[in-house]
């Protein structure tokens, strides 16, 4: 797990790539924005 200083995010990966100005409002547009390999199944 990492968070992002900026940002304030947490990632599963320390250096997840991401926009920190992007801001998602919904958890599904969290999942979304995940690299597929992380995403729960359904
Ligand atoms: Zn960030």
Redesign the pocket.
């Known amino acids: 797990m990492g968070k ?6 947490v990632f599963a990966k320390t250096n997840q790539n ?3 100005d992007e801001v998602l409002s919904t958890v599904d547009d969290y999942i979304a924005a995940q690299p597929k390999a992380i995403r729960p199944l359904r």
């Open positions: 992002c200083p900026k940002c304030g995010r991401h926009t920190c």
